[in-house]
């Protein structure tokens, strides 16, 4: 499991978090999504209702690369961010959403972490910022 | 002006986002930032404390195209998303981050709005999307 479990306590707290792909041209892409973590596997899924059709499906299609970002602001004086940055490589799978989610098309993206990115999620709301690649041996895609 | 009322008072109210930038392998990178709206210019202004040395700036100064999210989620159950998405080309500029905020580096990034996405911002939470491009007569950049 590439996660530590406060890691996996806060994403599951939040819920969802903003994915950036890169389109045809080198251009970002952002969006605000509905995430899952699959523990089996280590990985985010991603499931909506326009799916297939929807630009980060189609840019995940061509260029796998992909950040996801999970935050929240717990205070707001003084500021404190709380976030996981996900970065990795993501699949645009053409099944497997309306399993998870009913409503949802069926296709679905599945992230597979390669370096994550936190800060304040370690308990203490410190603002060191912690930062650690993904290996095979913590389930990372090989 | 490239915003309307409606936006610029929940893009005050967020207050922060998340700033997707390409770096020089084209892969995407996604953070959370602070920002403010600058009126007289109709652009979106994000200083730091490590401005001039974040993966951020380094990315906006080779490759200007940036996507900005602002969203929350007003309601849980059912889910209810609300969201400003900004596609545009960022300036890296080497000064005016300590005047605007003094704790901040000098170094800021400055977004030009070229098309604006929303969702649930036009008062009634519906979930119609709302799309357009920005015109140099909103105060677009030519």
């Known amino acids: 499991m590439p996660f530590t479990q406060k890691e996996i306590t806060y994403l599951r707290a939040q819920g969802y978090g903003r994915l950036a792909t890169v389109g045809a041209r080198g251009e970002p892409h952002n969006v605000p999504v509905s995430f899952e ?54 699949q645009a799978l053409p099944t497997g959403g309306r399993e998870r989610r009913p409503h949802c098309a069926d296709e679905m993206i599945r992230i597979h972490p390669r370096r994550i990115v936190t800060w304040g999620i370690e308990g203490d709301l410190s603002t060191g910022v912690h930062a650690r690649n993904v290996t095979a041996e913590d389930g990372g895609r090989r």
Chains 1, 2 share one sequence.
């Open 37 to 90: 973590i699959d523990e089996e596997h280590g990985t985010i899924e991603i499931t909506g209702r326009d799916m297939g059709r929807s630009r980060k499906f189609r840019n995940v299609a061509k260029n796998d690369r992909v950040a996801f970002v999970v935050d929240d602001v717990p205070c707001r004086d003084p500021e404190v961010v709380r976030a996981v940055v996900i970065h990795g490589t993501a």
